[in-house]
């Protein structure tokens, strides 16, 4: 790969969400792989990894613009680059995580954002006990001087650890004063401005699902095997 191929603007495409979001699962495998000094991967070994099948690994990379070689496959170090370049990883996003709590301490102290191009750079909270307090390597900050941060600073990114009372609240703030992207983990449903992206993650949710999965894991080896005559 070139210099030239690296800073070449791709042409932009629309890819679809189903795609975009096995995209970072690619990611991580090939971040492994790179790990072990593995040069070569084919799209059989990949969707193996990725648990998917290779046609629609080969359909989700096509996106990129990569087709891979027959009888060789794929390019590791440059797969890894052509993802990024597609998710917005060669550039750093200033995050900022609001709720000191368990939740928003454990995520704030995640070296894995950081190294994945996500540094949190301020973490808030409104609860005199917690704001001074150090979390990781950051004093944790009033909320009231949120909002001011958030534009001083070019922050792109809000991750809201607050109860769902707060949660609105605080997300009405942080569009308004400029936030494009929302992780949400409160369980709740937000109202947003046109352009904001939120996605939520509720613990409680994927815990439901689960119990579904064993109430039917259960009802199946309760029932006696049926012999056909």
């Given amino acids: 790969m070139t210099a030239a191929d690296k800073t070449a603007s791709p042409r932009r495409r629309r890819i679809p969400s189903a795609a975009v979001n096995r995209l970072p699962v690619y990611l991580q495998i090939l971040t492994d792989l790179e790990l ?36 060789v496959g794929y390019e590791v170090a440059f797969l890894i680059y052509q993802i990024k370049r597609e998710l917005g990883l060669l550039t750093e996003w200033k995050t900022i995580v609001v709720g000191a709590g368990n939740l928003g301490s454990a995520i ?71 936030i494009g992207s929302l992780l949400n983990f409160a369980p709740v449903v937000l109202t947003t401005t046109k352009g904001v992206t939120v996605r939520n993650v509720d613990l409680g949710v994927e815990l439901q699902i689960l119990g579904y999965h064993e109430q039917l894991r259960g009802q199946a080896s309760s029932q006696p095997n049926r012999v056909s005559v």
Avoid: H, W
């Avoid at 990725?50 to 046609?55: E, G, Q």
């Fill in 36 to 71: 072990t000094e593995t040069s070569q991967v084919s799209s059989d070994q990949l969707a193996a990894l990725a648990n998917v099948n290779a046609a629609k690994v080969r359909k989700d990379l096509s996106y990129l613009g990569t087709y891979g070689t027959r009888g």
């Fill in 108 to 178: 704030t102290v995640n070296g894995g954002f950081a190294s994945r191009g996500f540094p949190v750079v301020a973490i808030f909270d409104v609860d005199p006990r917690k704001v001074g307090t150090t979390v990781g390597e950051l004093t944790v900050r009033n909320l009231d001087e949120m909002c001011e941060f958030v534009r001083a600073n070019g922050v792109q990114i809000g991750v809201l650890a607050v109860p769902s009372t707060a949660a609105q609240s605080v997300a009405d703030d942080l569009m308004a004063a400029g």
